[in-house]
């Protein structure tokens, strides 16, 4: 379709104008630099995602065998993370008794795993009330802090 740009109020330019930018800034994949790219592709052979730019670099969401996915590149390439969610009963026992000692009266709202280049983390996300706290541990269910989360 197309505008007849010359027609329309300059608000609905402008609103157009708006739109069209943030469309092109989110979604293509072209916009990657190919270092992230080919990082990427190595660690996941024919798997297409999503891609957004974070304060740390890229971010590329994609689904691969019925799952979402979440992976995390520098700038340069380097692979930093890729983090998914699981159910409670697919989720470390330990972290979660650990959370129980630790938060009583809390509600877990929130389990994901955490595959990084220095081992295996777990995420919970806990609430009670209005209060909601974000939990690192690691496989051990010793607390430690995400370098990484860009929330």
């Known amino acids: 379709m197309l505008f007849n740009f010359s027609t329309m109020r300059r608000s609905h330019r402008h609103t157009i104008l708006?739109?069209?930018?943030?469309?092109?800034?989110c979604s293509p994949?072209?916009?990657?630099?190919?270092?992230?790219?080919?990082?990427?592709n190595l660690k996941y052979p024919g798997v297409n995602a999503r891609w957004?730019?974070?304060?740390?670099g890229y971010e590329a969401v994609f689904v691969k065998d019925g799952r979402e996915y979440e992976a995390e590149f520098s700038r340069s390439g380097q692979w930093l993370e890729t983090e998914y969610e699981v159910e409670?009963?697919?989720?470390?026992?330990?972290?979660?008794?650990?959370?129980?000692?630790?938060?009583?009266?809390?509600?877990?709202?929130?389990?994901?795993?955490?595959?990084?280049p220095n081992g295996t983390f777990y995420e919970v996300e806990i609430e009670r009330g209005n209060e909601e706290?974000?939990?690192y541990f690691d496989d051990r269910g010793?607390?430690?802090g995400n370098a990484n989360e860009d929330a």
């Open 133 to 135: 706290i974000e939990l």
């Open 52 to 56: 957004e730019g974070k304060p740390y």
């Open 29 to 40: 994949s072209h916009a990657v630099p190919n270092p992230v790219q080919q990082a990427f």
């Open 88 to 116: 409670a009963d697919q989720f470390s026992a330990i972290v979660l008794e650990r959370v129980r000692q630790q938060y009583p009266g809390y509600a877990v709202t929130k389990h994901e795993i955490e595959l990084t």
């Open 142 to 144: 010793n607390p430690v």
């Open 18 to 25: 708006i739109a069209s930018l943030a469309l092109v800034s």
